[in-house]
């Protein structure tokens, strides 16, 4: 079996580390797989998902709040500001920030810091919602 | 002189006291296991960081970001990083000594003319700049209780943005480096502008990489998030020290509480002793008196 060994680590802890036969992962280019003798790269990513394919052939799906990732001699390492895995997604504060951010960029006018900081939650949210409906 | 009772009555609040500091330890024996497992958690992550960026600098020689280069200084900050509580020892006024002493001395010109910011991470060493003639103009106490990444990339950006607006031009931080359990260490670091990173065997790593978007981005991407991690691992470091100082202070304490009880047991043993041969000797002398008429 041609396998990928794929790390995935957040500041606070590791969050997944095995054999993948495939990884998918969003880049700042658009999403691109990674499979087996992919060619080394290293991107940066933006929110999004993270798809995984396992031994198994089993699905693990993760939101990610962006980070950067490195793919070489078939590891990929995945370092991500944020991810959690699709069952362990607060739905909860993931309402409550998605709410937060429409409120705020409602109330404000557009250009400065706060409402970039704004999106980028509102994007999170969004993302984190989207992925616990699937 | 001591009566019984009195005597009684102090070994019983010695007790008491020992009880705590017992206590004491062992919360915080079993908070300082919780603190090392963060620490390991947040280590790849960082070194990670270090090394994917350290390897892409190394190709990347004539890269200009103002996260590396040294400017005129005119405006200093200083991280100090302190516990929330006490009973810990040493481990606050170690670092307040030191935060002093650099501002009395390599750092005197800018602390003389209000251009030493302090940021106090800790309530302790809050407390103690916030009374005294210093520019505190960051203060987070009660931090450590529930100690959270968000912190210390929220800190970690304030002081990014100041620098780049050029409102600071070098951040120090103080804090205590957690050594092991009974060992803690005061370490004064340059985090802004960037050191040079350290230099390990295996950076000749020649690798050809795609770049999405492009190198430079992703370096501008990768350095913030080196920062953050930095301050993260100071921060839970600091942390971990503090746990660490309390169980020696806490361990002391209750050695010495022992001691005091023990030589207390010893003077209420005599005492009674005594009074109990006082005793005889008043029966004895009383019969005796009786038998003589």
Sequence with gaps: MKEIFV?????????????????????????FQVLFNHAPILSSLEI??????????????????GGTVEVIDNKVLVLADSAEAADEIDLER????????????????KGDIDMIRAELSLQRAMNRMKIVRD | MATLRDIKRRIKGVKNTQQI?????????????????NILNARPYSKKIAEVLQHLLSSEKNFNNPFFTEREIKKVAVVVVTSDRGLCGSFNMSVIRTVEEIAKGALSLFNNEGNLFLYCVGKKGNDYFTKRNYNVVGSYPGIFSHLKFEFASGLMKELM?????????????????FKSVIQQKTETEQILPIQSFEEKEESS?????????????????????????????????SYAAELGARMTAMDMATENAKELIRSLQ?????????????????????ANALKET
């Design chain 2, 205 to 237: 790593r020649l690798t050809d990489y795609i770049y999405e978007p492009d190198k430079g981005k992703i370096i501008s991407a990768l350095l913030p998030k080196h920062l953050k991690a930095q301050m993260w691992r100071i921060l839970l470091d």
């Design chain 1, 48 to 65: 999004g998902r993270i798809k995984i394919e396992d031994e198994k052939g089993e699905k693990i799906e993760f939101a990610t709040g």
């Design chain 1, 7 to 31: 790390e995935i680590i957040t500041p606070s802890k590791s969050v997944f580390k095995g054999k993948v036969i495939s990884i998918t992962v969003p880049g700042a280019l658009g999403n």
């Design chain 1, 94 to 109: 993931a309402k409550n920030s998605y709410k937060r951010a429409k409120e705020r960029l409602a109330s404000r006018g």
């Design chain 2, 21 to 37: 500091t017992k206590a004491m330890k062992m919360v915080a024996a079993a908070r300082l296991r919780r603190a090392q497992e």
């Design chain 2, 266 to 286: 010893l003077t209420y043993n005599k005492e009674r002793q005594a009074s109990i041969t006082k005793e005889i000797l008043e029966i004895v002398s009383g």
């Design chain 2, 161 to 177: 943005n100041k620098y780049q607006n050029g409102e600071i031009d070098k951040v120090f931080v103080v804090y205590n480096e």
